[in-house]
Nanobody, 124 residues
C-alpha cells in the first residue's frame, strides 16, 4: 500500500495562489497510476478536483483554467497548482492514488490510497 502525504496548504487571500504537493512512499509511481486531488468543505461531500494518468489530466468544471495538476515521477510527487483562488475553494484537500484503471475516475470510493489532507483557506 502506498502512503501519501500532502503539504502546501494554508491561508491565502482571494485571487492568490498556492501549490499543493503530495509525496508518495512505499512504492514507485508508474505512468499508469491514476493520481487524483479531491477536496471536502465542512458539511459537504468529498468532491473531485483534478486527476492525471499517463500524462492526461482532467479537471472539475469549477477549477478549469485555474488549477493545474502535474507529476514528477522521479520524486514520486504529484502537484496541484492553484491560481485565482476563490473563497469557495476553501476545503481540506486530499490526494489519492489508484492502479489498474484506464480512466481518471471522479468517484472517491474507487481510490484505495489517500493522504491525510491539507487545509486550504481562501479569505475574501
Amino acid at each position: 500500500q502506498v502512503q501519501l502525504v500532502e503539504s502546501g496548504g494554508g491561508l491565502v487571500q482571494a485571487g492568490g495562489s498556492l501549490r499543493l504537493s503530495c509525496a508518495a512512499s512505499g512504492r514507485t509511481f508508474s505512468n499508469y497510476t491514476t493520481m487524483g486531488w479531491f477536496r471536502q468543505a465542512p458539511g459537504k461531500e468529498r468532491e473531485f478536483v483534478a486527476g492525471i494518468r499517463a500524462g492526461v489530466s482532467n479537471y472539475a468544471d469549477s477549477v478549469k483554467g485555474r488549477f493545474t495538476i502535474s507529476t514528477e515521477n522521479a520524486k514520486n510527487t504529484v502537484y496541484l497548482q492553484m491560481n485565482s483562488l476563490r473563497p469557495e475553494d476553501t476545503a481540506v484537500y486530499y490526494c489519492a492514488a489508484r492502479d489498474g484503471s484506464i480512466t481518471i475516475s471522479a468517484t472517491p470510493g474507487v481510490y484505495p490510497s489517500w493522504g491525510q489532507g491539507t487545509q486550504v483557506t481562501v479569505s475574501s
